[in-house]
Nanobody
Framework: QVQLVESGGGSVQAGDSLRLSCAASGRTFSGYVMGWFRQAPGKEREFVAAINRSGAITNYAESVKGRFTISRDNDKNTVYLQMNSLKPEDTGVYYC?????????????????WGQGTQVTVSS
């Protein structure tokens, strides 16, 4: 199992940037596909981005393409989510998650390990 801890959330204005980090401990981080999800109040958890084990392959939700960038540093056991041009609709709790295989990356039910989440609030 891998344990995940997110950080970097906060309250910002529309147009600002934030970088979220997710630090992993436990089993070999490089053996996991990593994803970011978010959940707004009263809404279901939704896929944001995913990255394969080497970092060579990434996928994004349409709503964040061109604004968010997922990356990872396997030496530091950390995955990042750089969020630029933030909008009020990006508000929510952001979670990182891990799974072994780079399939069904959009389905939160396929991820086996989750962090506790970090709050992002974007005001207009």
């Amino acid at each position: 199992q891998v344990q995940l801890v997110e950080s970097g959330g906060g309250s910002v204005q529309a147009g600002d940037s934030l970088r979220l980090s997710c630090a992993a401990s436990g089993r070999t981080f490089s053996g996991y596909v990593m994803g970011w999800f978010r959940q707004a109040p009263g809404k279901e958890r939704e896929f944001v981005a995913a990255i394969n084990r080497s970092g060579a392959i990434t996928n994004y939700a349409e709503s964040v393409k061109g604004r968010f960038t997922i990356s990872r540093d396997n030496d530091k056991n950390t995955v990042y989510l750089q969020m630029n041009s933030l909008k009020p609709e990006d508000t929510g709790v952001y979670y990182c998650a891990a799974k072994v295989v780079y399939l069904s990356i959009y389905d939160s039910n396929r991820y086996t390990n989750w962090g506790q989440g970090t709050q992002v609030t974007v005001s207009s």
